[in-house]
């Protein structure tokens, strides 16, 4: 059964992986991939570290993908137990649904809505600012904004596939600790912050080591489809670097130079994330 998943992820993760020898190269694509390049060593990297705003790109990717991390752990922790409060099974299955519906929405069709929604001329969020008295802002053109629009903007559309994975850890929760708890006078409180939260707290600590491997990926589909040059200084992140090295200048070293170097970084996070979790919390993966 897992022979499929095995095969498509050796061809399409793996194999790709033997373009890191572009990184050393002065890489002309005419010559072909196993053409005649010119060995360059580490130009590209020397040439990477050199460029004026690499070191604001790699602070916007961690501060953009550390808010997303954190607040798309907590969110939907909450909503699962507030929905798991839910009697009323009609309305917790429309919610459900609800929040569920955008994860599977691409980012360039959601980017679309978000666009829309933020407009500072005739957006609604604007129009309830305006109505409350704290005025129209440019969400998507003000550097000042445009990070903690990012977080909230995938956190909007992702949270959902998280709640139904806290659900189902819920529903696997022995119901008998609730009556035991009930019976020694615990409230619905109590028996959520002793029962539920330990509960889940081994796919809490699952869902952690994964994501602080991803805490350089903070989104190109979403960032690409939202940002503009008004936000480089704080909107511009590795993936949207290498694409305009890469594919608009077409220095595919230096572009090959900075996804390795992403790459590096995220095996070490993912690594000590997991050794961390088993030193710490007694949790392995394998």
Known sequence: MLLPAVIAVFIFSYLPM?????????????KGYWGDQTWVGLDNFRYMLSMPNIFGVLRNTIVISAGKIVLGMIIPIVVSILL?????IKF?????TMIYFPYFISWVVFSGIMIDILSQNNGIVNDFLEF???GRHFFLGNPGLFQGTMIWTDVLKNFGFGTVIYLATITNIDPTLYEAAAVDGAGR?????HITLPGMFMI???LMVLNL??????????????YSPAVYNTGDVIDTLVYRIGLVDFQYGPAT???LFKSLVSMILISVSYLCAYKFFSYRIF
């Not at 798991?84 to 009323?88: L, M, P, R, T, Y």
């Open 189 to 193: 409180f109590r028996q959520t912050l």
């Open 213 to 226: 491997g991803n805490v350089l990926n903070a989104g190109f589909d979403q960032i690409f489809n939202l």
């Open 92 to 96: 917790k299955k429309t919610i459900q």
């Open 132 to 134: 409350f008295g704290f």
């Open 84 to 88: 798991n409060e839910v009697s009323n």
């Open 204 to 206: 809490i600590v699952l």
């Open 18 to 30: 033997s373009g890191i020898i572009i990184s050393f190269q002065k890489f002309i694509p005419a």
């Open 257 to 259: 130079a900075v996804g």
